[in-house]
């Protein structure tokens, strides 16, 4: 498949080169000016040889295996006319498997290793068929394409219009991909309601989904109480923002209003590689040094700290999103414009004055911006939590002790052999649905404050 693509790239580069020079040469022979620029001639034969083909590809991708499938059955009832449909699904699924391995037992009967080696050699012929079919489609549509170029052929008006239809169907895309995830976890959660209540689950304080195996433990079908786990996510996130909006938007004033270009050019990428380390090395940060240094301060201070606790992972998510705030923040006050600034200096305020009663108030929206990107990032954080606040789902406000947070507890009741019929697993999606409630409202909120404050700077 990689050969074909290539092929039919180099293909349509050839096309497109070739497209240019004659409608190049068109202008020049008949000393009239062509309605489009020969580049547009060139994309139009371009873009026109590689989509169709590219989307014929995709289709034979998705239905090869069907086809694949058939000839495999059809092959198997003529060798082994005497087994019946479930004995033959059985062989098949075996043969894909040796298929996949690229592994054949000695053991194998020696009838089945035939069957094997005669669907190799269809599952290859048909690929190299349709290689070569494609090859030539690719030809004969550069070929048609290279006949309509004329001095009056509307080439820019035309991929235009292809452009704008590809973002549309790519806008479309992403909604759909929106509204099948919205779509799946509301069913999923509404299967987890026919099962628990969802007044236990919205207003429940206990948190333990598990079945229980005795009468006399949490209950019979396990506790399914949110609010410890939203208390949880909600404490983490709220230490990680104590330490991640006023660190990141100090530094990024101080980046954009008072840092010579040279200690700007070297601090600026400094602060944003925090950004690209994995969040599992923070955890193992987070767990193996800053969660001891919180227990053992805590035991010099006379405090009681757990293992696990709600502030380590707190502060190290902090650390990990102060990149957020301060490289969007930093973006956003440079982008004021410097005429506000110049305003403020004309009238006596000084630097300091002019950043926190012009320059700041001119980038709210922007600052908003970061903060709720900071903020739905900590939500969504997992790796840390596990690894520093720990799993077990306790209902309380001490950040010294250790909680869960929604996206842990999706994961945890995820991982593994599970049955999606029961309401432990169905939780997770009813999980999720209530994690992407409280978002959806959290953005609604910052787009009001975000859209007030950028009509009176406008």
């Known amino acids: ?60 991708m998705l239905c090869k295996g069907y086809f694949l499938d058939k000839i495999l059955f059809s092959i198997l009832e003529n060798e082994f006319v005497n087994l019946n449909f479930d004995q033959i699904n059985l062989l098949a699924a075996k043969l894909k498997n040796m298929y996949v391995s690229q592994l054949v037992s000695q053991e194998t009967d020696p009838n089945l290793i035939r069957v094997y080696q005669e669907y190799l050699l269809y599952e290859e012929n048909i690929s190299i068929y349709f290689n070569i079919l494609v090859f030539f489609l690719s030809i004969l549509i550069i070929f048609f394409l290279l006949k309509k170029i004329k001095l009056d052929f509307p080439a820019r008006k035309k991929i235009e219009r ?12 992403a909604v759909l991909t929106t509204v099948g995830i919205i779509s799946s976890l509301f069913f999923e959660t509404v299967r987890f309601f026919d099962k628990i209540n969802p007044l236990d689950f919205l207003f429940g304080l206990e948190w333990s989904p598990q079945t229980a195996i005795r009468s006399d433990q949490v209950a019979a079908q396990g506790a399914f109480g949110i609010i410890p786990l939203l208390v949880g996510t ?12 006023p660190f990141g938007l100090m530094s990024a004033i101080y980046l954009s ?30 767990a193996i040094t800053v969660a001891p240094f919180i227990r053992d301060l805590g035991d010099l201070l ?23 705030v301060s490289s969007m923040s930093d973006d956003v006050i440079t982008a004021v414009p410097r005429s506000l600034r110049e305003g403020s200096w004309g009238l006596g305020a000084t630097r300091s004055e002019t950043i926190l009663q012009v320059v700041l108030p001119a980038a709210l929206a922007g600052i908003v911006g970061s903060v709720l990107l900071a903020v739905s990032r900590a939500i969504g954080e997992t790796m840390i939590v596990v690894m520093a606040a720990g799993l077990a789902a306790n209902l309380t406000f001490n950040p010294l002790e250790a909680v869960s947070t929604v996206t842990v507890q999706i994961v945890t009741l995820l991982v593994g052999d599970q049955e999606f019929d029961s309401a432990k697993t169905l939780a997770a999606f009813a999980l999720g649905m209530t994690l992407f409630f409280f978002t959806l409202i959290l953005n609604v909120i910052a787009l009001a404050f975000v859209k007030r404050y950028r009509e009176v700077y406008e």
């Not at 925090?274 to 923070?282: N, S």
């Not at 700290?305 to 709600?310: K, N």
Request: proline share 4%; net charge positive; hydrophobic share 65%.
């Open 1 to 60: 498949m990689t050969l074909i693509i290539f092929l039919i790239l180099f293909a349509a580069v050839f096309g497109y080169y070739i497209a240019q020079s004659k409608a190049a040469t068109i202008s020049l022979t008949q000393g009239k000016k062509l309605n489009s620029l020969p580049i547009y001639h060139g994309l139009y034969v371009l873009t026109l040889t590689v989509l169709p083909l590219l989307l014929i590809i995709l289709f034979w």
């Open 302 to 324: 006379g405090l009681e700290v757990a293992s696990e606790s709600a502030l380590a992972a707190g502060l190290v998510m902090g650390i990990m999103i102060i990149p957020f």
């Open 162 to 173: 292809l452009l704008t239809i590809v973002f549309f169907l790519a806008s479309i895309v």
């Open 257 to 286: 209003e008072y840092a010579h270009p040279r200690t700007r050019a070297i601090i600026k990428p400094a602060l944003e590689i925090l950004a690209g380390i994995p969040t599992v090395v923070y955890g193992f940060f987070a």
């Open 234 to 245: 909600l404490l983490t996130t709220l230490i990680a923002m104590f330490v991640a909006v």
